[in-house]
């Protein structure tokens, strides 16, 4: 072993978490493969245990099993069964994963594939390999740390893939002493000065000479081109990982904008009587919402956003103020989190009834938020009302705009955890930037990027739809209006 692949072994020793941030192509894989064997083959006693690998594709795990096989056979180990298996619980078929493993006498290995429910129950030693490229990398951890509580210990490679990827995010945490985990790194230099390319001569059987490793060496970087920062030498890329940086979301971050949650108040809130839920609501909205509507200043446009969401993602009600700068200035950001529509609907008219010189709104109109954006656009008139699919070629167009207002520092968000994480969780796709596949968990439930979505569709309607020249006086509550404000509700 090369003093790099031993470091990580002894790293592994001394502490329950072990982070490398290393260069492609070291070996750390096979170094960890040889842990993996020692572990799975010692008895408890000796502080051995079963072993969980997961890389983030099927070959990688194909290869490790086969690393830890060859290591079994070279320490005489005796590995007694070697292939393919299915894991987890033998009476509940559906969360039966493929896996490989190989067997030893006091423990095995097993490389499992890359979803946080593929540890639950587990106890051992996990191994995640290329952290950074898998697709639920925040959840992983979650998963594979709890297993620390009874004597485990979690073993977290990676290359780079970002800035603000969540294994770089990892790695500065730790260096600003927020986590106590062992940190290693090993770019490419260091690997050579440790004698990587005198080990490929060796399996090569090529005569090595320092003309030839500095040849080998140039030759390398000038194939990984712009990508040699990243690739080989620990410096994660700025243009990748999420779209948007945590300085630049944070700059633009107000602690005295209000961030408003409505939630049930019960579980069996949608059977209640229609009357008794609408007044539930009205009495919360005006206890909450009435006061931050009251200080709307009253000659400037106020426009809404709204990402829909109904049991899983939340709905997002963002409001900006034309400021005359031109600037979007935020007073509150309403979230509701399992609403039924009835009462979508009302928070939703009891907002832009109330807002002075309302000029426009924009819905996410794709699936179930297409009935309340249509009811918003045949109260409010189909010149004020948006009805945004979002779509990739909506992104492309809109999207930059979101960018360039936080870059300009022209617009404003709450200062609060799960704003930021929606903001952050923006990611390039194919160039374009949106939300990923993946939800998000929060300790106040599931996210995707809704506040984020709701951002960009305010300042959508604020750029595209023509203000009226003249206003209505708002519409205020009275018992005259109970009726039409909400149908169906007396």
């Known amino acids: 072993m090369l003093e790099y692949q031993h470091e990580l072994r002894e790293a592994l020793v001394e502490n329950d978490v072990v982070v490398v941030e290393k260069s492609r192509r070291t070996g750390y894989s096979w170094g960890a493969s040889w842990v993996a064997t020692e572990y799975a083959a010692k008895p408890k006693y000796e502080g051995g245990m079963n072993v969980y690998y997961m890389g983030y594709n099927l070959e990688m795990a194909r290869e490790f099993i086969e690393y830890v096989g060859e290591d079994g056979k070279y320490l005489e180990l005796g590995a007694s069964a070697i292939g393919e298996t299915l894991f987890g619980d033998v009476n509940d078929p559906d969360n039966q994963v493929k896996a490989f493993r190989v067997d030893f006498k006091h423990g095995r290995v097993v490389a499992l594939p890359s979803k946080p429910r593929s540890l639950r129950g587990m106890q051992g030693l996990v191994i995640l390999d290329e952290a950074a490229f898998h697709e639920d990398l925040a959840e992983l951890l979650k998963a594979a740390l709890a297993l620390t509580i009874w004597g485990g210990k979690v073993l977290i490679i990676s290359t780079h893939?970002?800035?603000d990827n969540p294994f770089n995010e990892l790695i500065q945490d730790i260096r600003a002493g927020k986590f106590p985990y062992k940190l290693s790194r090993c770019d490419f230099n260091r690997a050579i000065a440790e004698g990587l390319y005198k080990r490929i001569c060796e399996r090569t059987e090529r005569e090595w000479s320092q003309e030839a490793e500095d040849e080998w060496r140039e030759d390398i970087v000038k194939s990984y081109g712009d990508g040699a920062d990243e690739e080989l030498f620990c410096i994660p890329s700025k243009s990748s990982g999420s779209w948007l940086n945590l300085n630049r979301?944070?700059?633009c971050t107000n602690p005295e904008i209000p961030l408003l949650t409505w939630e049930p108040p019960a579980n069996d809130f949608v059977d209640w009587p229609i009357d008794t839920a609408y007044r539930d609501v009205r009495d919360w909205m005006q206890a909450n919402v009435d006061p931050l509507l009251e200080v709307l200043p009253k000659d400037k446009c106020?426009?809404?956003g709204e990402d829909f969401g109904r049991s899983g993602d939340l709905s997002?009600?963002?409001?900006?103020?034309?400021m005359p700068d031109y600037s979007l200035d935020t007073?509150?950001?309403?979230?509701?989190?399992?609403?039924?529509?009835?009462?979508?609907?009302?928070?939703?008219?009891?907002?832009?009834?109330?807002?002075?010189?309302?000029?426009?709104?924009?819905?996410?109109?794709r699936?179930?938020?297409?009935a309340i954006a249509e009811y918003a656009r045949q109260r409010y008139g189909h010149e004020l009302i948006a009805e945004v699919m979002l779509s990739a070629a909506w992104y492309r167009e809109n999207m930059p705009r979101l960018k360039t207002s936080f870059e300009d520092r022209t617009f404003s968000i709450p200062k609060h955890e799960d704003i930021i994480d929606d903001f952050r969780g923006i990611k390039l796709r194919n160039g374009v930037a949106c939300p990923p596949e993946s939800r998000t968990k929060t300790e106040t439930g599931q996210r995707h990027c809704d506040s984020a979505i709701a951002a960009a569709l305010v300042q959508f309607a604020a750029a595209t739809i023509e203000r009226p020249q003249e206003w209505e006086e708002p519409i205020t509550a009275g018992s005259s209006h109970t009726a039409s404000m909400i149908r169906g509700y007396k």
């Open 161 to 163: 893939d970002g800035e």
């Open 249 to 251: 979301i944070e700059s």
């Open 302 to 304: 106020h426009y809404l």
């Open 316 to 322: 997002v009600d963002w409001p900006a103020v034309r």
């Open 331 to 365: 007073p509150f950001v309403l979230q509701l989190r399992n609403a039924p529509f009835r009462t979508q609907e009302q928070i939703l008219f009891y907002l832009l009834d109330r807002f002075p010189k309302m000029s426009g709104a924009a819905f996410d109109a």
């Open 367 to 370: 699936g179930n938020g297409q």
